[in-house]
């Protein structure tokens, strides 16, 4: 008995200095915004689920052992990062092989756009001149001999002899004179576009090559988390089976299922208010993103997906995370009178959301008290949403300093703001 009575005695001296506290600090300084009164239409809550934006379920192109898998589930990946590496040594030994005989393909084209060397066209020179000597060395052989078989002065022998020789040195002649034109002209077109297609041919084996590689390092399409592992290190993999999967999360849906009767009333584009029961300290609002003309013909619901901005937190992770439950309100009936506030004016986290109302003291409308008044959310509407309580249009109610507030505790208005006014700072979102 004695120690129950020493418990309340001690929380009443905690109180009495909370009091103290409080009133030697003095009233608590807010900023406040008016309670608005539109024509809203009337909402209706949905059970859904957060889904990503993006999930890619990764497989191999080609077949292989895994010789690194540098992931793990849960891990953060940028788009085009290796989530695995195949072995490669033998392909790469067949890309070098390949690049030789590339290189080898291009000296052979250079070789032939260069045309002939000043040497050799020397030396075809020289070659030409020679055999033109000759060739008239041995016309005057053969005329002076065929004057003296005239006179029958030689024997048949001797002039056939003399005949053929002459004959073979034009033939000479000719031939260095044909030599060197042609290494004067160079190869011929014909011939270099030849070799330009055997090195297309040779490029082109060669990138085939180098596609197989590359397509042995198997990557994301995107930034995103790994949710699942379907391969480990030193597994063969065949062409298209399964590797990793990927979900994008700097975005996700929330998917809900609407009544055929509900639907007509959903627009793209309207903005919705989304709960997320694992997240009770915070409401999220989106836009609606696809409503798909499609039904469920047994429950006669038509899928629409909601899209949220998402936050990462400090710790690198997603705020949102795939198959959480949602639950967003839809606009589903006709325009009604609905008071509005800040989105900023809600303090949530407790059994009930609630907003504080600033009540102003008789002598000085800059001061009063705070006075909390739970409320029912509604639709949103912007920066605004729609409450159901103890409310009044014209009413102020605190929007920036309000997490700190007591019921009853003393306030000073510092500012007047606009009711959809925008937050000092928000959340900054980090992709990765």
């Known amino acids: 008995m004695r120690f129950a009575t020493g418990i309340v005695a001690a929380l009443a001296v905690l109180i009495i200095n909370a009091q103290t506290v409080c009133a030697q600090r003095g009233p608590a300084p ?5 309670v608005v009164q539109k024509d809203l239409a ?107 078989y005239a006179r029958k002065a030689v024997n048949d022998d001797d002039i056939q002899q003399v005949v053929s020789e002459s004959i073979r040195a034009d033939e000479m002649f000719e031939e260095a004179q044909s030599a060197y034109q042609l290494a004067v002209e160079g190869p011929r077109k014909e011939k270099i576009d030849q070799a330009r297609a055997r090195v297309a041919m040779q490029q082109a084996l060669v990138d085939e090559l180098e596609s197989k590689v590359v397509k042995h390092t198997i990557i994301t399409p995107f930034d995103g988390y790994v949710v699942a592992e379907h391969t480990e290190v030193g597994q063969w993999v065949n062409s298209g089976e ?6 994008a999360l700097d975005q996700v849906d929330v998917s809900v299922q609407v009544l055929e009767n509900h639907v007509p009333h959903v627009r793209l584009g309207m903005e919705v208010r989304v709960e997320v029961p694992a997240i009770p300290n915070q409401v999220f609002t989106g836009k609606v993103a696809l409503i798909v003309p499609q039904a469920d013909v047994r429950a006669r619901t038509f899928p629409v997906k909601v899209r949220l901005k998402n936050t990462i937190t400090k710790d690198g992770g997603p705020l949102l995370k795939s198959g959480m439950l949602a639950r967003a309100v839809l606009p589903t009936g006709p325009q009604q009178s609905a008071l509005l506030v800040s989105k900023d004016a809600l303090v949530l986290g ?81 992709k990765g």
């Not at 807010?30 to 008016?34: C, F, Q």
């Not at 249009?393 to 500012?415: A, C, H, K, T």
């Open 242 to 247: 399964l590797v990793a999967e990927v979900i």
């Open 350 to 430: 407790g059994p009930t959301p609630m907003v504080y109302v600033v009540d102003p003291a008789a002598d000085n409308k800059k001061q009063g008290k705070a006075r909390a008044v739970p409320v029912q959310v509604g639709v949103a509407q912007g920066r605004l949403i729609q409450v159901k309580g103890d409310l009044k249009p014209g009413q102020q109610v605190v929007i920036r300093g309000n997490e700190r507030l007591r019921p009853g505790q003393d306030v000073v208005i510092s500012e007047v703001l606009s009711p959809d006014a925008e937050p000092k700072s928000k959340a900054i979102d980090i």
């Open 30 to 34: 807010v900023a406040v915004a008016e």
């Open 42 to 148: 009337s909402g209706q809550t949905f059970v859904g689920t957060v889904l990503p934006i993006k999930r890619s379920v990764i497989g191999s192109a080609v077949g292989g052992r895994v010789a690194e898998f540098p992931v793990n589930e849960g891990d953060f990946v940028k788009a085009k990062q290796p989530l695995a590496q195949l072995l490669t040594n033998t392909i790469k030994l067949e890309v070098a092989a390949e690049k030789a005989e590339l290189q080898l393909r291009k000296h052979e084209l250079e070789e032939m756009e260069n045309g002939s060397r000043p040497d050799e066209i020397k030396r075809a020179r020289a070659l030409m001149q020679a055999a033109r000597a000759e060739s008239e060395y041995q016309t005057k052989r053969r005329k002076r001999l065929e004057s003296l």
